[in-house]
């Protein structure tokens, strides 16, 4: 945290203070960024695609509370990927799609992978990273990519990787369009092509009824092209989740709340309790399921979530046990 403070202070020319908190007027400002990014991206959801991050005071809240969110998400799901049998992973080379200021690619870094390559649209967020990067002495190679444009062979980002991953960025791309799984689908198949074999695509999205059944959808479209899930669970059909407008599946983990970020939640209205994120764990191009039995003691912390008012005609909470056209994971329903 005191680096990303610093950072943060730098950026906007101020003198040092102190390495771990906000002065009263620095926390006014932060926390009215946070909630305008907290509201454009998660509830009106009209921040998702615009190109927020060149500016400089939504930048700056990213950094100080969305930041440290998206690291710690990350870290708990790449420590759970030993579990899962993809240790392999993290100690060889990554690439970080939509980075922003590369919370993921510190993740994997402190994860152990060796050499993290981050791309981004944003030429301003990726300044931040490399700064934050040349503060903490690592060498993360920087690129400026759209993905919508871009092909994955010609962007000049290098590969093959052991890891991919995208955070809360899968859901700014084609935001506006009907077809927006099929491109995010086709977009990712087309980047899985740089893995190594065993390698491994991770995407984490919020935790949102809407951005999560979007993942969904992009999964199902992915099984279907013959890809391979990892985790959260080892279902092969058409996600059940989707069958009801009401449903969603998301994961939650408890965590320290650094006291930044606490502070910072308090001040803008905010709770970030715990950890909740969607997440998808795809395994490299030609690679094959794995028996559900080895798994289900980890993914049985993915939650399926019920709208209280969308599903308010079936309210009565109900256990599924897991059978074998259900999903492996035991799951449950109810507000
Ligand atoms: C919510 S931020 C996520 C940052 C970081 N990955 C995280 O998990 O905290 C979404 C990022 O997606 C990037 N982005 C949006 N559209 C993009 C596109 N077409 N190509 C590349 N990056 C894009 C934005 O610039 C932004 O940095």
């Known amino acids: 945290m005191p680096r990303l403070l610093a950072a943060w202070r730098r950026a906007r020319r101020s ?18 960024a946070v909630q305008q990014l907290s509201q454009g991206l998660t509830r009106e959801r009209s921040l998702a695609g615009s190109r927020y991050m060149d500016d400089p005071a939504l930048l700056g809240a990213y950094l100080l509370f969305f930041w440290p969110v998206s690291y710690a998400q990350a870290r708990q799901v790449m420590g759970e990927l030993p579990v899962m049998g993809e240790l392999l992973h993290l100690s060889g080379a990554a690439l970080d799609l939509a980075s922003g200021p590369a919370p993921l690619a510190f993740a994997a870094l402190d994860a ?10 944003s030429a301003t967020a990726l300044a931040a990273a490399r700064e934050l990067a040349a503060d903490a002495g690592e060498a993360l190679r920087i690129r400026q990519v759209d993905l919508t444009g871009a092909k994955p062979g010609q962007s000049d980002v290098g590969g093959p990787f052991d890891l991919i ?13 009907l077809d927006a799984p099929e491109r995010r689908a086709a977009m990712l198949d087309s980047w899985m092509g740089l893995l190594k074999e065993g390698g491994c695509l991770l995407i984490i999205e919020p935790a949102l009824r809407d951005t999560s059944r979007n993942l969904l ?33 998301h994961a939650e983990r408890s965590w320290q709340r650094p006291p930044l970020v606490e502070m910072i939640a308090a001040a803008a209205g905010l709770r970030k309790e715990s950890l909740k994120m969607s997440y998808l764990l795809m395994a490299s191009p030609n690679s094959t399921w794995k028996s ?26 109900k256990s599924i046990a897991p059978s074998r056209t259900q999903p492996s994971f035991a799951f449950s329903a109810g507000t």
Not at 15 to 32: F, H, I, Q, T, Y
Not at 296 to 306: I, L
């Open 15 to 32: 003198p040092p203070g102190p390495p771990d908190r906000l002065a009263p007027a620095e926390l006014r400002e932060v926390a009215r």
């Open 112 to 121: 152990g992978a060796r050499e993290v390559t981050v791309a981004d649209r």
């Open 165 to 177: 991953s995208i955070g809360h960025g899968l859901n700014e791309l084609y935001p506006s369009r």
């Open 217 to 249: 959808r992009v999964r199902d479209l992915l099984v279907q092209r013959g890809r391979v899930v990892r985790a959260p669970c080892l279902y092969r059909g058409n996600c059940p989740a989707l069958i009801k407008e009401s449903d969603w599946c």
């Open 292 to 317: 559900p039995n080895r798994f289900r003691a980890r993914v049985a912390f993915v939650t399926w979530a019920v709208d209280p008012k969308a599903a308010s005609a079936s309210r009565s909470k």
